[in-house]
């Protein structure tokens, strides 16, 4: 299941002063995006942006066998993603399998550089038997010109349900090829 609320391959989405609330993607292979899932197919397709108080909250990603990415919004497009004056809060990524993981619970981003920029990543969640990564983002990005500013990152959990796994990055997981720029 990809995209509970709003799903798109090679599109172009624009979510403007917008409520993304309540949805799920559920799924016993693959779960991506409760909220938002946007996907590429093409090198220069796929773009998302989330602005003027867009609110994602309250969405969930639950499965499976292959993992689960992105309670509130999975990214893996070929543009840049930009989050500017919104909000991702109280989103969960939760993996329902014994030998899986859970990623990002407000964003997952695969493969391209994002701007996140004053807004609020609070209250979201992963949580796994196995592994978890990033409560609030988990970010796989190949592409080390990423940044997030004048952003609050708070509150966010990365939580083993098993009785062996590890949880990384209660607030942000940035995988090996990642790199954010803090200012």
Do not use: C, W
Request: charged share 10%.
């Amino acid at each position: 299941a990809f995209g509970g609320g709003i799903y798109g391959t090679d599109a172009t989405i624009s979510v403007n002063h917008t409520i993304v609330t309540g949805n799920s993607a559920t799924s016993d292979m693959n779960a991506k995006g409760g909220g938002i899932a946007v996907l590429y197919s093409s090198a220069t397709a796929g773009k998302l942006s989330v602005l003027n108080g867009s609110i994602v909250s309250a969405n969930t990603a639950t499965g499976g066998s292959s993992g689960v990415n992105g309670g509130g919004i999975y990214y893996d497009a070929a543009l840049p993603l930009v989050i500017d004056s919104s909000a991702l809060r109280g989103n969960k990524a939760i993996d329902t399998t014994s030998n899986q993981y859970a990623y990002g619970g407000a964003l997952s981003i695969n493969g391209t550089s994002y701007s996140i920029t004053n807004s609020e990543i609070s209250g979201n969640s992963t949580q796994g038997n196995y592994g978890t990564f990033g409560g609030g983002i988990d970010s796989e990005s190949s592409n080390a010109n990423s940044a997030i500013v004048d952003t609050t990152i708070s509150g966010n959990t990365a939580t083993v349900t098993g009785t062996s796994g590890t949880a990384f990055g209660g607030g942000i997981s940035v995988g090996p090829q990642s790199g954010i720029t803090d200012t």
